[in-house]
């Protein structure tokens, strides 16, 4: 079983002037070193991923186009061997991949999962997958300008290269269509118990 979402964030962030409406899979957000989006994605089952490959994205936020290239986002994948179905925990996850701006710091995501897992029943291995781009202040100011023409639509998408079982899983993709917004994130993503390590790493 695979879940798949996207969405957003680091500890003690705090919110932009503007909000992302009708998504819970990408936040704009804002920590001491700048405004960034979060897109997350989840994987939950009893399968084994060996590697994450970010291949590229867009986002688009009314008619400004904001790219999604190997050189300016963050990658980390956590994993969670012990995770329940609902892959509702807030804790028990190792940092297995990071990879800021092209630079690999982190690469463990080839080793097996524990025998333990594998042999326990009711337990499922739940990864977590954030990417995230920050903006530079004139990406910023494009944002705003796009909200004051009302050019409020938007949309983003992101492609990557998996192996699961050692079976390649070649450009698979998520994306979404939102509105910006002035006002807080949706209440909507406290109602999924799936995004509980997200609110704790992010909100």
């Known amino acids: 079983m695979a879940i798949i979402l996207s969405n957003c964030a680091r500890t003690n962030t705090q919110q932009l002037d503007f909000s992302l409406h009708n998504t ?9 070193t700048g405004f960034f989006f979060c897109m997350p994605i ?6 084994h991923i060996s590697c994450f490959e970010f291949i590229d994205g867009l986002i688009v936020i009314g008619d400004y186009k904001i790219p999604l290239l190997n050189d300016n986002v963050n990658i980390f994948v956590y994993l969670n061997q012990k995770s329940d179905e609902n892959g509702s925990s807030d804790s028990g996850f190792d940092l297995v991949f990071e990879k800021k701006r092209g630079n690999v710091l982190i690469s463990k995501m080839i080793e097996p999962l524990s025998e333990q897992q594998v042999e326990s029943d009711g337990k499922y291995v739940h990864y977590y997958i954030f990417i995230e781009r920050f903006l530079e202040d004139h990406e910023v100011k494009k944002i705003k300008s796009n909200y004051a023409k009302g050019n409020v639509y938007s949309r983003f998408e992101v492609w990557f290269n998996l192996i699961i079982d050692g079976e390649p899983q070649i450009k698979s993709g998520v994306g979404d269509d939102f509105e910006l917004y002035t006002g807080h994130p949706s209440s909507a993503v406290f109602l999924f118990p799936n995004l509980n390590f997200f609110r704790a790493q992010y909100l």
Not at 42 to 47: E, I, K
């Open 42 to 47: 989840q994987y939950l089952g009893d399968f």
């Open 24 to 32: 819970v899979s990408i936040f704009l957000l804002k920590n001491e």
